[in-house]
């Protein structure tokens, strides 16, 4: 009987995968990629509502109960307008500022400055920051409540369920957060509107759905959203927003409006072109000239920020298309002089902050403070605007997140807007003190502070003094108030009852304001006269005056010469504009000249049924919920089930004697309330009860080393077929026959594993890990014989000889770093680092040491990338393992193995496979990047389902073991030694939906067939 012989193949097969799989360092997490790092530990507790559980840290008692009654306030608005309650307390996250909102773990992914919040499907839980601003913070947790009851509505229903959600577009769902916290009357919603009609570029549904990129979700959904509530009363927004997520947006419109989606789009464009056009009528072109626009900046260049000479300008831009930076230009002509500050340069830094915020000039104009996210604060790095070099970073005592910051006349100090504990005021920092002075200390939202050119005065925006007039949960419009510096005393100026007044700047004479308002419902420029205390409007422009938000700093002044940079919205771009103040004609309007028509969504009057409105006009009014009937505990985990799904199936077979099988498998994790700890486990079945897989993994995320556990048992499978003579017992004879037979071997792995990481920073982690498992070995043989005419005789199985098990452990140690950006399949600017070392130990003995350093530039058009990597096995059994191979796509292209299929020449100067093969090896590749399809202002082509680059590489690598002969020569002389090999050619990388990156190209090894070309193809996963 031959059946030794095949059990042998099999075990000499299974020898082959063990040695390719123990062959790969280990690593906890991903190979590269940012960290989720968290810089401290924050100490939860609870307060409980009627309706909500809310988790914070505040040792401000007063702000988590306003919190508690602005969420039942919420809540009772939003229940009676989509008709829908929670059946249980629904939990509240906040977290004391956006710098510490980024390290939350109850979401996993990087948040950014332009997330405000988010709410998570799983438990429904609302996870936001509190903001600078109380009417912002208000807005916040209005618009995630609203997501709440949307999750909710549509997981806690017995005819929808998750996969509904897939119906519903972003749109409809951020759309509907923002009418129903904001309502209609948005003066910064409606200046985007206006753009439109002016631009004629009004999107249809399907647009909204289709071209997102280009619609902003969240102005353009609250639009139409308006458009549709105000035709159709606020009552339609629960059974369209059902229907939708039933049926989707076409069938539900139809179902509940009685016109479909294009019907509807029609209408709301005459909508707003007839509601906004007749506001066109006297507005005037914009004046001065145009400094930074998409010809030599971004499309989105925000924060202008002027010296105090007059001379230049900074502005934060994504200029080079793929990252947010820092740059310096001429102020006369626009001209770009530098990028100053960019976080490639210094990996220490996160981000900078550019949503709301604006750095500052020191009086010389020779160095520039800008605002950063920095180890889970925001701190002022100074910059030598010449050298662009950092001079220092000043951390602020006391205040962990920095909203605005102005550098005083005398260079002595800065003055900043920060937010602690919930409240936003006034700071006065010393730079040679180095101490800090709370300037307003009240309960009031302080922004946007901005120094007279004499230093005696401040002048800022604030949410106090205007009990008539109240918007976003129950705060002042935000009014100007100045400061003497002097007594400390604050004046609340009394221009524009109920207009939002942002952005006060003084002009070089101490008696001129210029500031930002909405009092005309468009976003124009004004002057306030001290002395006079007459108000004079300097623009009429039909779109406005604005950064992203209505918060962000998008006016600046020159404190010596009157010269003045603004931000200008046109055609969904932000450009910057610079004029000097005589250019302007100054109208004088009443200071109690307010009309917000122009910031209202059509339809503006004749609403049938408006809920959302009412709730807003006569919040004042509103009953609070009691705080006294809050109550406070300690923080309980709640652990508890967060996911489970799976599937099965099963059946019987026959065929060859396998017995039942089955199919299926479930998995569920468990969490806490912040995903501090997390438990996953999985089962799954494939086969035969010896088929049964299982693992159980534990990750602790509570402190700054994250750490987890995991315990497997995994089978692996393996076989093949084969034909024997054999003989069998038949009665009291023997038989000849043909056994048609299938070896299937499984190699069983027991497996516990340690991990950990230690994140420095965003960019930079330690990782280690360390496991040890057991392989032990199962051989069926599943025998059927036929006669010599071919038919069947019978069948059996048995119990193949099998290999011993043996026990192998693994350790590691890593320090890995990562500040790239990505483009559509590749990273295009940054750097990435891997130095790891590592232990294999048990019945293979053997060290791994792993280098891999890669470096990317992009100039547009093109991104340029290295990349050095050295990986070898050392000591003990290294050299029995089975071979690295060089020719791996991976790491040199042209010297794939079918190039070398059926190579028996004996020729000493051609390369064989041999020389591409070792313990060790040495890698170094060079790469053109050229974006080739994909988003217009990144790629050669135009697309918007097809992204790809077109790469131009050169290869070169270097495969040995410790006994070969190594020379470096460039020409292949002998095949006992081992050459560096070379190849060079292009490709066209490809990512395929978001899904796997796909890579064919074309190669010309220079060391192989006198320079041979081949084609080959492979999953690159982005290249290097």
């Known amino acids: 009987m031959k059946k030794q012989y095949f059990s042998l193949v099999v075990r000499r097969l299974y020898l082959v995968l063990l040695a390719i799989?123990?062959?790969?360092?280990?690593?906890?997490?991903?190979?590269?990629?940012?960290?989720?790092?968290?810089?401290?530990?924050?100490?939860?507790?609870?307060?409980?509502?009627?309706?909500?559980?809310?988790?914070?840290?505040?040792?401000?008692?007063?702000?988590?109960?306003?919190?508690?009654?602005?969420?039942?306030?919420?809540?009772?608005?939003?229940?009676?307008?989509?008709?829908?309650?929670?059946?249980?307390?629904?939990?509240?996250?906040?977290?004391?500022?956006?710098?510490?909102?980024?390290?939350?773990?109850?979401?996993?992914?990087?948040?950014?400055?332009?997330?405000?919040?988010?709410?998570?499907?799983?438990?429904?839980?609302?996870?936001?920051?509190?903001?600078?601003?109380?009417?912002?913070?208000?807005?916040?947790?209005?618009h995630e409540l609203v997501h709440a009851f949307q999750y909710d509505m549509l997981l806690n229903n017995d005819s929808t369920s998750a996969n509904n959600l897939n119906n519903i577009p972003l749109w409809m769902v951020e759309g509907l957060a923002e009418y129903m916290s904001i309502g209609r009357v948005d003066a910064h919603t409606a200046m985007w509107m206006r753009d439109a009609v002016l631009n004629k570029d009004i999107p249809t549904v399907d647009d909204l759905y289709r071209k997102q990129h280009l619609y902003f979700p969240y102005r353009y959904g609250q639009a139409l959203w308006a458009y549709i509530a105000g035709l159709y009363g606020d009552n339609i927004i629960a059974p369209l927003f059902r229907a939708t997520g039933k049926y989707g947006v076409t069938r539900g419109m139809l179902l509940t409006l009685g016109s479909d989606?294009?019907?509807?789009?029609?209408?709301?464009?005459?909508?707003?072109?007839?509601?906004?056009?007749?506001?066109?009528?006297?507005?005037?072109?914009?004046?001065?000239?145009?400094?930074?626009?998409?010809?030599?900046?971004?499309?989105?260049?925000?924060?202008?920020?002027?010296?105090?000479?007059?001379?230049?300008?900074?502005?934060?831009?994504?200029?080079?298309?793929?990252?947010?930076?820092?740059?310096?230009?001429?102020?006369?002509?626009?001209?770009?002089?530098?990028?100053?500050?960019?976080?490639?340069?210094?990996?220490?830094?996160?981000?900078?902050?550019?949503?709301?915020?604006?750095?500052?000039?020191?009086?010389?104009?020779?160095?520039?403070?800008?605002?950063?996210?920095?180890?889970?604060?925001?701190?002022?790095?100074?910059?030598?605007?010449?050298?662009?070099?950092?001079?220092?970073?000043?951390?602020?005592?006391?205040?962990?997140?920095?909203?605005?910051?102005?550098?005083?006349?005398?260079?002595?100090?800065?003055?900043?807007?920060?937010?602690?504990?919930?409240?936003?005021?006034?700071?006065?920092?010393?730079?040679?003190?180095?101490?800090?002075?709370?300037?307003?200390?009240?309960?009031?939202?302080?922004?946007?502070?901005?120094?007279?050119?004499?230093?005696r005065q401040i002048v800022f925006a604030s949410d106090r003094g205007d009990a008539e007039h109240i918007n976003l949960g129950g705060y002042s419009a935000y009014r100007l108030c100045t400061l003497d510096l002097a007594t400390r005393q604050v004046n609340v100026l009394d221009i524009f009852p109920g207009a939002d007044n942002l952005n006060p700047q003084f002009g070089p004479d101490n008696n001129r304001i210029y500031f930002l308002s909405n009092a005309d419902g468009l976003r124009n420029l004004y002057e306030y006269n001290l002395t006079e205390k007459q108000v004079y409007r300097l623009t009429n422009y039909f779109t406005g005056i604005s950064g992203i938000t209505a918060f962000s700093p998008a006016l600046s002044v020159s404190s010596q010469t009157g010269q003045m940079v603004y931000n200008v919205l046109r055609n969904r771009q932000y450009s910057v504009f610079g004029a000097n103040v005589n250019q302007f004609t100054r109208q004088p309007v009443a200071t109690n000249q307010v009309n917000l028509a122009a910031a209202t969504l059509p339809p503006a009057d004749k609403l049938a049924n408006d809920l959302v409105g009412n709730n807003i006009r006569t919040q004042a009014r509103n009953k609070l919920a009691d705080s006294m009937a809050f109550t406070s505990r300690a923080y309980d985990p709640k652990f508890e089930l967060t996911y489970i799904g799976g599937s099965a199936g099963g059946g019987t077979a026959t065929y060859r004697g396998q017995g039942p099988v089955a199919a299926g498998g479930v998995a569920t994790l468990f969490t806490d309330i912040l995903n501090n700890h997390q438990v996953m486990g999985a089962v799954q079945l494939n086969g035969e009860i010896y088929d049964l897989a299982g693992q159980v993994a534990y990750l602790n995320q509570k402190r700054k080393f994250k750490w987890g556990a995991s315990i497997g048992h995994i089978p692996y499978v393996y076989g093949g077929a084969f034909y024997a003579q054999d003989t069998i017992q038949v009665g009291d004879g023997q038989m000849e026959v043909l056994n048609s037979g299938l070896v299937l071997q499984r190699m069983f792995q027991d497996q516990a594993a340690l991990f950990g990481s230690y994140a420095f920073s965003q960019t930079k982690r330690f990782e280690v890990s360390t496991s040890f498992a057991r392989y032990s070995n199962r051989v069926d043989i599943y025998n059927t014989y036929y006669d010599a005419l071919?038919?069947?005789?019978?069948?059996?199985?048995?119990?193949?000889?099998?290999?011993?098990?043996?026990?192998?452990?693994?350790?590691?140690?890593?320090?890995?770093?990562?500040?790239?950006?990505?483009?559509?399949?590749?990273?295009?600017?940054?750097?990435?680092?891997?130095?790891?070392?590592?232990?294999?130990?048990?019945?293979?003995?053997?060290?791994?040491?792993?280098?891999?350093?890669?470096?990317?530039?992009?100039?547009?058009?093109?991104?340029?990338?290295?990349?050095?990597?050295?990986?070898?096995?050392?000591?003990?059994?290294?050299?029995?393992?089975?071979?690295?191979?060089?020719?791996?796509?991976?790491?040199?292209?042209?010297?794939?193995?079918?190039?070398?299929?059926?190579?028996?020449?004996?020729d000493e100067n051609s390369l064989s496979i041999n020389q591409v093969i070792g313990s060790r090896l040495a890698v170094a590749n060079a790469e053109v990047r050229l974006p080739f399809?994909?988003?217009?202002?990144?790629?050669?082509?135009?697309?918007?389902?097809?992204?790809?680059?077109?790469?131009?590489?050169?290869?070169?690598?270097?495969?040995?073991?410790?006994?070969?002969?190594?020379?470096?020569?460039?020409?292949?002389?002998?095949?006992?030694?081992?050459?560096?090999?070379?190849?060079?050619?292009?490709?066209?990388?490809?990512?395929?939906?978001?899904?796997?990156?796909?890579?064919?190209?074309?190669?010309?090894?220079?060391?192989?067939?006198?320079?041979?070309p081949n084609f080959g193809f492979f999953l690159s996963g982005g290249g290097f």
């Open 261 to 455: 989606d294009k019907g509807i789009s029609r209408a709301w464009k005459n909508a707003l072109t007839d509601y906004y056009a007749p506001f066109m009528k006297d507005t005037t072109a914009v004046v001065g000239k145009r400094l930074i626009s998409e010809k030599n900046g971004g499309q989105m260049n925000v924060s202008p920020a002027l010296s105090p000479d007059g001379k230049y300008v900074a502005f934060i831009s994504e200029r080079n298309v793929i990252s947010t930076d820092l740059y310096i230009a001429d102020a006369q002509t626009g001209k770009i002089i530098k990028r100053i500050s960019n976080n490639f340069q210094r990996s220490h830094i996160d981000e900078i902050s550019f949503l709301e915020a604006a750095g500052t000039w020191s009086p010389d104009s020779k160095q520039f403070a800008s605002i950063i996210f920095s180890k889970g604060r925001t701190n002022l790095l100074v910059l030598d605007v010449a050298r662009g070099r950092t001079v220092r970073e000043i951390e602020i005592p006391g205040v962990e997140y920095i909203n605005n910051a102005a550098w005083s006349p005398d260079g002595r100090s800065i003055l900043i807007s920060g937010l602690v504990e919930g409240r936003s005021d006034l700071y006065l920092y010393d730079l040679n003190t180095r101490k800090v002075e709370n300037l307003t200390n009240d309960a009031h939202s302080d922004l946007q502070p901005a120094w007279s050119a004499d230093g």
């Open 21 to 142: 799989g123990v062959s790969a360092p280990v690593a906890f997490g991903q190979y590269f990629g940012r960290n989720k790092a968290q810089y401290k530990k924050l100490d939860f507790e609870v307060l409980e509502t009627p309706h909500f559980e809310i988790y914070h840290y505040l040792k401000n008692k007063t702000v988590p109960n306003e919190l508690g009654q602005a969420s039942e306030r919420w809540y009772t608005w939003h229940s009676k307008i989509l008709g829908h309650r929670f059946k249980q307390q629904n939990p509240l996250i906040f977290y004391n500022h956006h710098a510490d909102f980024q390290q939350t773990t109850v979401i996993s992914g990087l948040l950014g400055t332009g997330t405000g919040g988010v709410t998570e499907g799983l438990r429904n839980r609302v996870i936001m920051p509190l903001t600078a601003s109380n009417q912002q913070t208000d807005h916040v947790l209005g």
């Open 933 to 1012: 399809s994909g988003p217009e202002r990144l790629s050669l082509i135009k697309s918007g389902f097809l992204f790809s680059d077109l790469v131009f590489f050169a290869d070169g690598g270097l495969a040995w073991s410790k006994a070969d002969a190594v020379s470096m020569s460039a020409k292949t002389a002998s095949r006992n030694m081992h050459y560096p090999v070379y190849s060079t050619g292009a490709s066209l990388r490809i990512n395929l939906f978001g899904y796997i990156i796909v890579e064919p190209y074309y190669a010309i090894p220079l060391q192989r067939n006198g320079f041979q």
């Open 790 to 906: 071919g038919r069947y005789v019978g069948e059996d199985r048995e119990r193949g000889e099998s290999a011993p098990g043996f026990n192998l452990g693994q350790t590691s140690i890593a320090f890995v770093g990562d500040n790239s950006t990505a483009g559509v399949t590749s990273p295009l600017n940054g750097h990435r680092f891997r130095f790891d070392i590592g232990r294999t130990y048990g019945g293979i003995n053997y060290n791994t040491i792993l280098a891999d350093y890669r470096k990317y530039w992009f100039t547009r058009p093109v991104g340029f990338a290295l990349r050095a990597m050295h990986y070898g096995r050392y000591g003990g059994d290294a050299e029995r393992m089975f071979p690295l191979y060089l020719g791996n796509e991976y790491f040199v292209r042209g010297y794939n193995n079918a190039s070398f299929r059926g190579d028996m020449t004996p």
